[in-house]
């Protein structure tokens, strides 16, 4: 079934009675070539487990199902339920979970689902919790890849340089955990509704050793965020927000013992760098 052909999508989604839902982020595919490309970039074929989040009528899930060992597909909207049964129904290797992601325990889903084979994870993501859906995907610590479809505008964050102006938290917490690369850009046009913005695949290969050694990831976490919370300010005055009681002076000293200038602003620090200045902070927390 032509799953990303206009007149199938309205025909079949008219007869099930099924309306877009905006505050669920439904965008769905109108272009073949877009999660024909999902599937074949993000290498999956039968050795291969994947999650897809957000199938909609399921044009890439059907790409994966053709490709996967195994395919789980978390869908939220409960009215897609009988649409999805019509479209998919031929696969024997596809299980669709309706519930929301978010409240999933994914490693546990992964261990269970997809035993022995290699787990990725695969998605046009809903827009409106991109942010939530990588974070659960990268802190569950299961995947060899996750591809996914993200507004191209915070797929050049997570790719961003020190130094720039996209680069932040978000940035940190995503290449600690793996390396991001965009792989195509994925007009407006690919989709009904259309969105307001341009999309981008990323693809996420997530590091089997981490970037650089770090001592403790909750201290180091809360020292990049506490770092970004202001951007006009100095790296110290962004610490003085979470690790005030330290005192400015013990800060400055943190900063410089990690070879930094006491005016460098946290934008400019790498994963390597945020690493010594948690440890830093850590020696005076003790
Ligand atoms: N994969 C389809 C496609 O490419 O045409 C649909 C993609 S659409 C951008 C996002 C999908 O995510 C929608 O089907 C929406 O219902 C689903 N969704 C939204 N929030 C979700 C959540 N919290 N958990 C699981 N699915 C969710």
């Known amino acids: 079934m032509e799953l990303t052909n ?4 309205k025909d079949i989604l008219t007869r099930h009675g099924f309306h877009f839902s905006k505050s669920k982020g439904q965008n769905f ?16 074929d039968q050795s291969c487990g994947v999650l897809e989040i957000g199938p909609g009528m399921g044009p890439l ?8 060992g195994k395919v789980v597909a978390v869908e939220v909207d409960k009215k897609l339920q009988p649409v999805l049964a019509e479209t998919l129904g031929e696969f024997d290797n596809l299980q669709i979970i309706f519930d929301d992601v978010l409240k999933q325990d ?10 022995s084979l290699r787990p990725k ?11 939530d859906i990588l974070a659960a995907l990268l802190e569950a610590k299961c995947f060899e890849t996750v591809t996914v479809m993200v507004q191209k505008e915070v797929a050049q964050r997570i790719c961003a340089k020190p130094g720039t102006e996209a680069y932040g938290a978000f940035t940190v917490f995503c290449q600690y955990h793996a390396v991001p690369e965009i792989l195509f850009d994925v007009p407006a046009g690919c989709f ?3 969105p307001k913005v341009t999309s981008a695949v990323l693809h996420l290969t997530v590091r089997k050793e981490p970037v650089c050694p770090i001592g403790d990831e909750k201290l180091f976490f809360r020292v990049v965020r506490a770092s970004f919370a202001n951007r006009r300010k100095t790296l110290v005055n962004g610490l003085m927000s979470a690790f005030g009681q330290l005192g400015k002076e013990s800060l400055l000293g943190c900063i410089t013992a990690c070879g930094l200038p006491e005016n460098v602003r946290g934008e ?8 010594a200045l948690a440890d830093e902070i850590g020696k005076l927390l003790a």
């Open 121 to 131: 994870a695969c998605a046009n993501l809903p827009y409106y919790i991109t942010s």
């Open 268 to 275: 400019n620090l790498s994963i390597a760098q945020f690493a």
């Open 61 to 68: 899930t059907q790409q994966l199902c053709l490709r996967a």
């Open 192 to 194: 009904i509704p259309q």
């Open 106 to 115: 994914i490693p546990s889903l992964v261990r269970e689902q997809f035993g």
């Open 6 to 9: 206009l007149s199938v999508i």
């Open 29 to 44: 595919l109108t272009q073949a070539w877009v999660p024909q490309r999902i599937a074949e970039d993000a290498g999956v």
